[in-house]
């Protein structure tokens, strides 16, 4: 007889959180997406990305690993030492195949020896893919002007 075992923990506003044996979370899947980011190797975050994954920023639309790739590639080339973290996580909504969070995301750089910084809003959807939770949506806006 097989025996699976759920475990359910609090979480953030009297919300609860679902794991399962060893899967990994979606918070733990955007924790690692947020470190490996920083490594400036795309190669890192392919694992983290569904290969149908759609990412929105301010300077274009990119759908699938291919144009993905080449949107942080150049972005790694233009600023070679930048530095990118999230603050103010919310998850809005989780369910056992899809959660979606938005966040603060904040940026440090150096271009030509000038220290530069920057900042935005985002949201990012996640979707549960043969047992692993990926990043299937990323939508990175600039803060509205007061």
Same mark, same amino acid.
């Given at each position: 007889m097989a025996w699976e075992v759920a +475990? @359910? @923990?609090?979480?953030? #506003?009297? $919300?609860?959180?679902?794991? #399962? %044996?060893?899967? /990994?979370?979606?918070?733990? $899947?955007?924790?690692?997406?947020?470190?490996? +980011?920083? /490594?400036?190797? @795309?190669?890192?975050? !392919?694992?983290?990305?569904s290969p149908n994954a759609i990412f929105w920023f301010n300077d274009g639309s990119f759908c699938g690993l291919k144009q993905i790739r080449q949107a942080f590639e150049e972005t790694w080339q233009k @600023?070679?030492?930048?530095?990118?973290?999230?603050?103010?996580?919310?998850? !809005?909504?989780?369910?056992?195949d899809c959660a979606g969070c938005t966040y603060h995301f904040r940026?440090?750089? !150096?271009?030509? %020896?000038?220290?530069?910084? &920057? &900042? &935005? #809003? %985002? $949201? $990012?959807?996640?979707r549960r893919e043969a047992n692993v939770w990926k990043i299937i949506h990323e939508h990175l806006s600039q803060f509205p002007k007061q």
């Open positions: +475990i @359910f @923990f609090p979480r953030k #506003r009297g $919300t609860w959180s679902y794991y #399962r %044996g060893q899967q /990994m979370l979606p918070e733990e $899947t955007l924790k690692q997406y947020e470190a490996k +980011i920083n /490594m400036h190797d @795309f190669d890192e975050l !392919v694992p983290l990305i @600023f070679p030492l930048e530095n990118y973290w999230l603050e103010n996580l919310e998850w !809005v909504a989780q369910s056992r940026w440090k750089a !150096v271009l030509n %020896g000038s220290a530069l910084e &920057g &900042g &935005g #809003r %985002g $949201t $990012t959807i996640l």
